[in-house]
């Protein structure tokens, strides 16, 4: 009996740790780019942007904030480090802004503490 509670506990521990309680649109899980948006190239004429974010406990969550926000028109790299609570994009301020950055990280149920 006690090893079935076991093997139930770590089952239930290995779904929670990878899906880190956030739920995922169906409609955005895919990548929706084309080859040729995914390998833009960042520019001189391009802006970066920083922002302090809370929610991140894994790698999934940072995977979950890059696929989100590189579906953005305009945005070029994105990275994201949940130790040290920062994400990273640079963007054509032409196609986007900060404040779309941080809507879409918002709207993926994490929350934007400030934009550097």
Same mark, same amino acid.
């Given at each position: 009996?006690?090893?079935?509670? @076991?093997?139930? %506990?770590?089952?239930?521990?290995?779904?929670? /740790?990878? =899906?880190?309680? &956030? +739920?995922? #649109?169906?409609?955005?899980?895919?990548?929706?780019?084309?080859?040729g948006e995914q390998n833009q190239?960042?520019?001189?004429?391009?802006?970066?942007?920083?922002?302090?974010? @809370?929610?991140? %406990?894994?790698?999934?969550?940072?995977?979950? /904030?890059? =696929?989100?926000? &590189? +579906?953005? #028109?305009?945005?070029?790299?994105?990275n994201a480090d949940f130790k040290?609570?920062?994400?990273?994009?640079?963007?054509?301020?032409?196609?986007?802004?900060?404040?779309?950055?941080?809507?879409?990280?918002?709207?993926?149920?994490?929350?934007?503490?400030?934009?550097?």
């Open positions: 009996m006690k090893s079935i509670f @076991s093997i139930i %506990t770590i089952i239930i521990l290995s779904v929670f /740790i990878s =899906s880190c309680g &956030k +739920k995922e #649109d169906p409609k955005t899980t895919g990548e929706d780019k084309s080859a190239q960042v520019t001189a004429s391009d802006k970066s942007v920083e922002l302090q974010c @809370s929610g991140m %406990t894994c790698t999934g969550c940072e995977n979950t /904030i890059k =696929s989100k926000v &590189k +579906k953005i #028109d305009g945005v070029k790299e994105v040290s609570n920062v994400v990273k994009a640079s963007y054509d301020p032409g196609k986007t802004n900060p404040d779309a950055i941080k809507e879409v990280i918002t709207s993926a149920g994490y929350k934007v503490e400030s934009v550097k």
